[in-house]
């Protein structure tokens, strides 16, 4: 039986360490290795910023990370579930930024097997990642 486990976040930057640490405790229960481990919670680490931040006025009100554990495998979900981006940034938008968020989604795929971008009905983003031992 898979073990699942989810997060509500709220989308204030401070709580990314969190996150990481929260990632990496549940990767380490599933049995990766410790490169393993650092891989998914830099992963994690990005989709968040990217689901959060990345083309937005402000970050998003929250966010879910849901993990599905099973038989050497993580699949992670970061979704937007917020109603919008409201929580002011310190500095201005994302200019420096790649499109998107480019860079980072170009960093989530170098370190898991499986990633997917998906729209929801209601046009909110989820990153999917998968890391297999």
């Known amino acids: 039986m898979a073990d699942k486990i989810k997060f509500i976040i709220p989308g204030k930057p401070e709580y990314l360490t969190m996150v990481r640490l929260a990632i990496g405790s549940v990767a380490g229960v599933a049995d990766f290795n410790l490169d393993e481990i650092e891989d998914v919670k830099t992963a994690v680490g990005e989709a968040c910023k990217n689901i959060s931040c990345h083309g937005s006025d402000g970050f998003a009100e929250e966010y879910t990370l849901e993990c599905i554990a099973e038989n050497g495998c993580l699949e992670i979900y970061v979704t937007d579930t917020s109603a919008g981006h ?12 790649p499109n998107e968020g480019d860079l980072g989604i170009f960093v989530i795929k170098s370190l898991m097997n499986e990633v ?10 989820t990153i999917r990642m998968v890391k297999r031992k």
């Open 86 to 97: 409201k929580i002011k940034k310190l500095s201005k938008i994302c200019a420096d930024c």
């Open 116 to 125: 997917e971008l998906l729209d929801n009905p209601e046009g909110k983003k």
